[in-house]
């Protein structure tokens, strides 16, 4: 079996590694692995021409991209090389909706949260697109023992808590210039959302909606609901800032590396800015902290892959929860959890939890044993491929449709 995984640009190379480990674990599962460079190969119709004619596959991969993208005689990728497109997407997909409308009908939709596909089933039905499945997220990067003991642990990894994410300060609603009867509705499907632990996008506006007394079952607002990815930006930013907030009023010893964040926060002694980093550089962070705090980009019912890559790295994950995360790991035993709705009362427990090798290493090696058994690229395989079946069936069945 051969897989083609085209390997796009990225920020901080994050999507660029992901790929490089997805082409391990394909060819970890017997299979041949071509990759498409883009950073490398400027003329894509070229090399694609070429698997069609010389080296069939069965079936290309892509994370967000490509999906879309049609040559001068309207044919998709997938119709040039003649094999399944499956495109993963590793945030919100109403996000990329300009992308999401234009993919082909042929194509394969991976997503790493439940309610991401429950999203794209509602707003789309069941035969937009080939298959819709869901693919949580994988740890990257190499496994790093936590040590042979709690000594070992707290002398390799001197940084207490590690927060790796970027700022998003206090940017405007997306709603902000629609009529104010609609902004309402948002402002209330926010409110809905940021009330609880766990609530969806597009569940939030749906409920909003109802209250307003509209119909999200009607047809006519299809279009409105998917604009949920206000909802989703809206609340994601909020999140972020709400938990940085309660990291300085409970003063965790917080390293904070990525962009965006406001050079003020400097100020606060509990924090240390490590500015802008590389995704390697990231991982490397990791193996040296003992606990790595994460904010999920408001994923319900999913997982991000920081908290899977901080376990792989040999650090206490501390994320806030999901029902994935729920059903599979160990509260506790395996993974540290805060609630936004108990957020100070956590992140306290998970402050002391830092400064006590004894009780955060057993955490850390447990929840790398589940990382290494249940959560590595080489897990995600067959999922993949099973939607990629489908997409293969939705093909013949479409044929140039």
Known sequence: MRALLIKGESSYDVLRLFTDD?????????????????????????????????????????????????????????????????????DYPLSHLTRLEQTSPRAGLLMVDESHVAAIRSLYGPDRFAAVGFSPHAAVGPTVSPGANPEAFAAARPIRILFPGTGYGSPPPGWRNLPAGVQKVFEQAAEIALAGDWTPPLDALDQAMAGAGLD??????????????????????????????????????????????????????NLTLLGEARFGEVLALMAGSRVVLNANANFVAGSHERPLTASNAGAVAATDGSTFY???????????????????????????????????FPIAKAGQRRVVTEHLWIHRVAGIIGVAEKARSRMATLGNA
Do not use: C
Request: no cysteine; net charge negative.
């Open 216 to 269: 999200p079952a009607n047809p006519d607002f299809a279009a409105f609901r998917k604009l949920a990815t206000y909802v989703h930006e809206h609340v994601r930013a909020a999140r972020r800032r709400q938990l940085l907030d309660a990291v300085i009023r409970v003063g965790l010893p917080v390293h904070i590396v990525g962009k965006g964040h406001d050079a003020d926060l400097a100020r606060h002694k």
């Open 326 to 360: 729920d059903a599979h790991f160990e509260t506790g035993t395996e993974m540290a959890i805060f609630r936004w709705t108990r957020l100070e009362e956590d992140l306290a427990h998970i402050g002391a939890l830092a400064e006590d090798p004894a009780a955060a």
């Open 22 to 90: 997805l082409a391990a674990a394909f060819r970890g599962m017997g299979w041949s692995v071509e990759i498409l460079d883009l950073e490398i190969e400027a003329h894509l119709r070229r090399p694609l021409d070429s698997y069609a004619k010389d080296a069939p596959v069965d079936l290309i991969f892509s994370f967000g991209i490509f999906g879309e993208s049609v040559d001068r005689d309207g044919m998709f990728i997938g119709d040039i090389v003649g094999a399944p497109h499956i495109i993963q997407y590793v």
